[in-house]
């Protein structure tokens, strides 16, 4: 896992400085600078987007992640694969934007009553949609040539800071709201303008396809696959969007109160996202080796490493977030709905700590099966919200999103054990389990020592931690790990 380690450790540094940066923009200046229907409207259209985005490529992410490493040879420039790619791309945006114009009438008329400023700026799906779609293509090629570190920096971090100097442009009345919209856009826009200007840089490709080769593996086997993941891809962002999606027909203010929630329990997943932008074409990799006992490593290990470092990241939301909210002085409304942090961190929970599951799902030979169960998950998820959000509102989305993780991950478990005999859980899982449980409940019962929340924010947080780290220590649930610190603090210091 060497290959994995060092890009997952860039990957997670450069992650965990755009959330720090995502964090003071979500929670210290974007509620403050703009009204909630705002902040809602660019979330909304961001969400709407990024799940059309997913279509429009016809799965080429998950092609390129399986079937780039038989192509691969940069004496010949790949073979042309990049053709393939650029005309499947194209295939699939005119498809996706003839739906869109197609089906415009009725999805307007879903959000027009409580959500008109949305409606306004419809028209700008189109455009965002392809720049979204392109990112994903583009960050997908860059995996596979194991170079994921250059766009974890420009969507983690530029992207980030590029958002939060429009919206102080925009609070000082510089810009309109219009040329804020296209100034949001525009930074996506930058964004893809770079990453292909990086592949240029340091990967030589050619749009002529190799004949030979690609009767080898033919494109229609190619596409037969990718439509079906396509499908999967549509079905697992649709898990985590589509609650939103919903809400905003409801308030463009709720979409605004909810990923704001969302985002700070996405800080429990993040060593899991740093992780699969490198480890899913490792797998693909070591699938078309038929290399599985390096694939069961990964997977025992991911899960090992990832629940441990879940549990830690979870307390410490449950510990602070009440906090970090009050020094931010986020309006009210945010903070009455402090609850759906800690709900949806369940959910965050649950994902992380059954590690890389997905990859070595739907790179195997019976990814067919692993679509059909996460298409009938997501259509679980949409009942669950359909039925929820009018009787619990923001909470329902809440109690779908978390309900969805669970059943999804307990699926591909249950699936993996079954067809590669798989089984990354030990005593010591159940026991750090245990322990998160057991912090959690001495977190809620643990007493406020000030009325400052500064203060109380790092004695809940540094007593839970601690309690944390000690037991898990002294338990000797993950020796290595501390053995691995020890080691790196005597070479410090040599």
């Known amino acids: 896992m060497g290959v994995i380690k060092r890009q997952g450790i860039k990957n997670t540094i450069i992650t965990y400085i755009g959330i720090l940066i995502g964090a003071i923009n979500i929670i210290f200046i974007q509620p403050k600078l703009l009204t909630p229907e705002e902040l809602g409207l660019t979330r909304?259209?961001?969400e709407f987007s990024y799940m059309i985005g997913i279509a429009i490529p016809l799965g080429l992410p998950n092609i390129i992640a399986k079937y780039f490493p038989f192509y691969k040879d940069s004496e010949k420039k790949?073979?042309?694969f990049a053709g393939f790619i650029l005309v499947v791309f194209f295939v699939g945006f005119i498809i996706s934007s003839l739906c869109l114009l197609i089906f415009k009438p009725g999805i307007v008329g879903y959000y027009i009553e409580k959500s008109k400023l949305f409606v306004d700026?419809?028209?700008f799906i189109i455009p965002f949609t392809f720049i979204v779609a392109a990112i994903t293509v583009t960050t997908a090629y860059c995996q596979s040539l194991f170079k994921s570190t250059i766009p974890s920096f420009l969507n983690d971090i530029c992207l980030r800071l590029g958002t939060i100097l429009i919206t102080i442009l925009y609070f000082n009345?510089?810009?309109?709201?219009?040329t804020y919209v296209y100034f949001f856009m525009g930074l996506y826009a930058i964004e893809l303008i770079i990453i292909v200007g990086y592949i240029l840089l340091i990967d030589k490709i050619s749009f002529i396809p190799d004949k030979k080769i690609f009767k080898q593996y033919s494109s229609s086997k190619m596409l037969k696959f990718g439509l079906l993941l396509c499908l999967a891809s549509f079905s697992s962002i649709g898990l985590r969007k589509v609650d939103a999606l919903f809400l905003g027909t409801t308030s463009l203010g709720l979409v605004a109160v909810?990923?704001?929630a969302i985002f700070?329990?996405?800080?429990?997943e993040v060593p899991l996202g740093a992780l699969e932008r490198i480890s899913h074409t490792k797998i693909a990799d070591n699938f078309a080796k038929e290399n599985f006992l390096e694939?069961?490593?990964i997977y025992k290990d991911s899960v090992k490493y990832l629940l441990l470092i879940g549990g830690l990241l979870f307390l410490g939301i449950n510990a602070c977030t009440k906090y970090v909210y009050q020094i931010g002085h986020l309006p009210a409304e945010y903070i009455q709905c402090i609850d759906v942090v800690y709900i949806v961190g369940i959910g965050a929970l649950i994902n992380i700590s059954t590690g890389v599951n997905s990859a070595i799902v739907f790179y195997s030979k019976h990814y067919i099966l692993g679509t059909i169960f996460l298409v009938i998950t997501f259509a679980i998820t949409v009942?669950?919200?359909?039925l929820l959000i009018p009787i619990y509102g923001i909470y329902g989305a809440a109690i779908a999103s978390a309900s969805a993780s669970f059943i999804f991950n307990f699926v591909k478990f249950f699936f993996i054990y079954q067809k590669f005999k798989f089984q990354p859980y030990t005593l010591k899982s159940l026991y750090i389990m245990l322990l998160i449980i057991c912090c959690s409940v001495i977190t809620y019962f643990l007493p406020e020592i000030n009325s400052n929340s500064f203060i109380n924010l790092i004695y809940k947080g540094g007593v839970v931690s601690l309690l944390y780290i000690i037991t898990v220590y002294q338990l000797k649930l993950a020796p290595e790990l501390f053995n691995m610190i020890k080691l790196k603090l005597i070479k410090s210091k040599n």
Do not use: C, M, R, W
């Open 78 to 80: 790949h073979n042309g």
């Open 295 to 297: 694939i069961e490593k």
């Open 264 to 268: 700070i329990a996405s800080f429990i």
């Open 44 to 46: 909304l259209l961001y």
């Open 173 to 178: 009345k510089l810009i309109s709201l219009d």
């Open 258 to 260: 909810y990923t704001t």
């Open 121 to 123: 700026y419809f028209s």
């Open 383 to 386: 009942v669950l919200n359909l």
